[in-house]
């Protein structure tokens, strides 16, 4: 399965289901509505002076006042811009950036909407959808990981597979399916994952907080 395959099809059902709970839906960003989620993604493809913000802290403030006139939109004009994609001039209209940027994005903020609701359970993901994803773990593992204090490796449940993310003694292993390894290693605790490893090493671990 493509990564762009993958990232369209996320971005496809994020957008049906946020015509479906409207623009007032909790999410698991804190702090945000699905209204604010929708503004984000919308931010992030189509205006770069402030997309930096979403990283660079100090250009934060500037970054969430364009983010707040985005919201104002109609709703179903916002989850329309969400829903066609970046705008010609956007850098994520470069050949490959889709693929290369959008599966992490838009399979965690898929879940942000749906495992806000206390009813959720996990989605039965393709096989190709979860291969990718593993196979994006393995580039971006690293960089995901670099906040915890001990070592992280991760092991597939579905196939035993095994990824370092991060070298080091004391370690964990996580253990779960490649979308739950991703939203867990995104800082979200609504996922299905086992932390295994000396008591300390996981307590260490859970006490850390993940983010991109």
């Known amino acids: 399965m493509k990564a762009t395959d993958v990232a369209r099809q996320e971005r496809q059902e994020l957008c049906d289901l946020l ?4 623009p007032e839906a909790p999410t698991l960003c804190a702090g945000w ?3 604010d989620l929708a503004a984000h993604l919308v931010v992030r493809e189509s205006r770069p002076d402030a997309a930096v913000g979403i990283l660079v802290k100090p250009l934060a403030g500037y970054a969430d006042s364009v983010q707040a006139k985005v919201a104002m939109r109609p709703w179903p004009e916002l989850v329309r811009d969400v829903r066609t ?3 010609l001039l956007s850098v994520f209209r470069l050949p490959g950036a889709q693929g290369l940027a ?6 965690v903020h898929h879940e942000d909407v749906r495992r806000a609701r206390p009813d959720w359970v996990p989605r039965e993901l393709p096989t190709g959808e979860q291969d990718l994803l593993w196979q994006r773990l393995a580039r971006a593992g690293r960089l995901l990981a670099r906040k915890s204090p001990v070592g992280v490796a991760l ?3 579905d196939t035993g597979e095994m990824i370092i993310a991060k070298a080091g003694t ?3 292993t996580l253990v779960g399916e490649p979308l ?7 800082g979200r605790s609504e996922c299905l994952v086992d932390v295994e490893g000396p008591e300390g090493a996981v307590a260490s671990f859970e006490s850390a907080r993940f983010s991109v």
Do not use: I
């Open 33 to 35: 509505t699905t209204r």
């Open 102 to 107: 959008d599966p992490f994005e838009f399979a």
């Open 85 to 87: 994609g970046p705008p």
């Open 19 to 22: 015509l479906e709970v409207g």
């Open 170 to 172: 004391p370690s964990v």
């Open 180 to 186: 739950e390894l991703v939203l867990r290693l995104y």
């Open 155 to 157: 092991r597939r449940s």
